[in-house]
Structures are given as C-alpha cells and as structure tokens.
C-alpha cells in the first residue's frame, strides 16, 4: 500500500519553506502527500506549485498575544479547523503528519492527535513560537534549528538536526541572476527581502537611502505584496512583490543582504555564505524571535544587526558599509560554520516514524 504523508504549517513563507524542501524528497519516493492548510493564507499558494500534492483547507483562527474582538470569533473558527481537521485525517489515513507551525497548524496537530497519527514538529526559532508550543505535548518528535532550544526543552522528545536549507538554493547562477535583473557583472549587488508579507519601513528606509545606495551597489529589492513603487524606475535597481522560481539565481549574484531576521532565510544566507545587515521585527510586532535569532548570528560573527527602532537612512548605510568593510572575515566566520545535512537527517526521521506507524 503507497505510504501517505500530511503536512502542515502557514501563516507566512517561513511557516512553509521547509515543507516545500521536503515534501519533493516523498514524492521522488512514491509517497502519497497531502497538505492542510488555511483557505487564503501564502501556504495555499505556494503548495499549489506542486501539482502532485493535495491541498485540503480548513477553518483557521489566529493565536494573538493582545486584545483584539477577533479573540472573541477566531477560537470557535479553531474548534471548527480541529473537526474539520480530524474528518480529514480520520478518512485521508497518514502515516505521520509532519508541522511546520503557525497557527493553522494547531487544529491540524489536534486532529492527528486524535487519530493517534504520530505528530513530527520543526521549530526554526531560538524560542517555540506560540502554535508549537501547544502542540508540543501532542507530538512524538521536535526538531529544532538551534541546539538552544532542545537544551531550554528539556525533554526527550527534542532532537537538534540544525537548519534545514532548500536545495534548489544552491543550483543558483550568478549571471542568470544579472540577466533576469538586467544588472551590469562587475559592480557588486545588494538584496534587500522584508519577508513574505514586505516590511514598509525597511522599503520606504531604502528607498530614501537609494542615490547613496546605488553609487556602491546594484540593488534588487523584494518589497511585499502591493509595496512595488512604480514611480522608480532607475538604473541599477530592481524591485519585485515576490521571487520564486529565480530566486537561487538571485541569491548566487548577491554580495550582501538586508533582511528580516527569520530564521529559516537567515539560515538559508549563512548557507550560501551571505553577509548579512539584520533588521529583526520588534517586540511590538512580534514575541522577539527575530531579536534573539539576530543576536545569535551577530554573535557568531555572520553578519550586524540594526534594530528598527534606530532604523533610518543614515543607520541603514552606515550598518550597511560595516558589514561590506567586514564582508571577507564574515565569509570565513561563515566557512568555520558546521553545516549539517538537515534536510536529510529530518527526511529520515519522519520515515522511521511513519513506519514504526
């Protein structure tokens, strides 16, 4: 009988990006994979590239950390996405449902629970965010990017496995890059991506910083949904919602980055040996994940960090020329750097659960 596989996770890219890493490696395979997800969040578009994987959405309500009215709605839309998530389980039959997190993750993990459906978990944060952590007690396995976070866990359930990296990242070249940004190949190239969603901060910040900008670097700007700025069409700067498929081309041209500081592109950076200016979201926008990861590699000697709160044209150049200054002794900081096959050690791990099954 073909080995069936779930997957779940969304609410933003890097709730899908490891997903999208691995379920390639069950479909080469002949496993069956199916995705649930919400009805409209990023996870639904993205997963819709792969024509082999089934699709199943379900009722979502956000996890918020603050007052808000929808807290008075969204847990009976969690309570609806628990039913809904245990119907399907119940009639799809995985082996194991591997969870990325985000909150359209929690009634799915409640759902497999209840099925006894073994439950895989991928924690990419120094601390778990709020949806693994209540999964957490349901699941048979956590793996997380950072050895911090099994050692705070204390459990035996925890498993340090490091970063786990797309590998169509590492196929990227360099002048495909230039051409599909139309940049000239001897001056050096500057990536600028605010997440999924775009920071309009960071966007608005560099764009005013831009004639000092472009008299050092070719910039491509990945801005968000809706945050293109028609109105600047200059020589030597790009800018795009989003980049898919010439990402990895992207990436091999770039010389530095200005990023969010999530930790599954920081890690996919580091891989590819990219020094990086670090822009974490704050603590008003998020539980300070961002903060603790960029601290971490500032740490580690992988790149700066500049808080959003100093963030300005004058911070943003500044931070900018420090870290291409320091960019050779960032590389060799990045070269010291164990790299573990993640993707493979978690591959097998999901497989040797999904048949102890």
């Not at 997440?195 to 472009?214: C, D, H, M, Q, W």
């Amino acid at each position: 009988m073909m080995k069936k596989i779930m997957f779940t996770g969304g609410g933003s890219a890097g709730h899908v990006t490891v997903n999208m890493a691995l379920m390639p490696l069950f479909l080469k395979e002949g496993w069956s994979v199916e995705y649930i997800g919400s009805k409209q969040g990023i996870e639904r578009e993205l997963v819709g590239s792969l024509a082999e994987v089934k699709y199943f959405p379900i009722s979502t309500g956000k996890l918020r950390r603050y007052l808000d009215i929808k807290n008075i709605k969204d847990p009976f839309k969690v309570i609806k996405g628990v039913h809904q998530a245990y119907r399907l389980i119940k009639t799809r039959k995985p082996q194991v449902l591997f969870s990325k997190g985000g909150f359209v993750s929690v009634p799915v993990v409640i759902g497999a629970w209840l099925n006894k459906v073994p439950v895989i978990i991928h924690e990419s944060d120094i601390t778990p965010g709020l949806a693994n952590r209540i999964s957490i007690p349901m699941a048979s396995v956590v793996c997380t990017t950072f050895p911090e976070t099994a050692e705070q866990m204390n459990t035996a359930k925890s498993r340090y496995v490091g970063a786990v990296v797309r590998e169509e990242l590492h196929q990227g070249n360099a002048d495909r890059g230039r051409d599909f940004c139309g940049f000239e190949r001897n001056q050096f190239v500057l990536l600028i991506m605010g997440g999924s969603l775009g920071a309009r901060k960071i966007n608005e910040t560099v764009r005013s910083a831009l004639p000092t900008l472009l008299n050092y670097f070719q910039v491509v700007h990945i801005c968000g949904k809706g945050q293109v700025d028609p109105s600047l069409d200059i020589p030597g700067y790009c800018q795009y919602e989003y980049i898919n498929d010439e990402l990895p081309d992207v990436l091999a041209m770039a010389d530095l980055v200005i990023s969010r500081a999530g930790s599954n592109s920081i890690f996919e950076f580091l891989s590819l040996r990219k020094p990086m200016l670090l822009i974490p979201l704050t603590l008003q926008q998020s539980r300070g994940d961002q903060i603790l990861n960029a601290r971490s590699f500032e740490k580690a000697g992988y790149g700066k960090v500049l808080e959003e709160e100093n963030l300005n044209e004058v911070t943003l150049v500044s931070g900018l020329m420090e870290v291409f200054k320091s960019r050779k002794e960032i590389v060799e900081n990045m070269k010291n750097n164990a790299n573990s096959d993640a993707l493979s050690a978690v591959f097998h791990l999901i497989k040797e659960t999904a048949n102890r099954q």
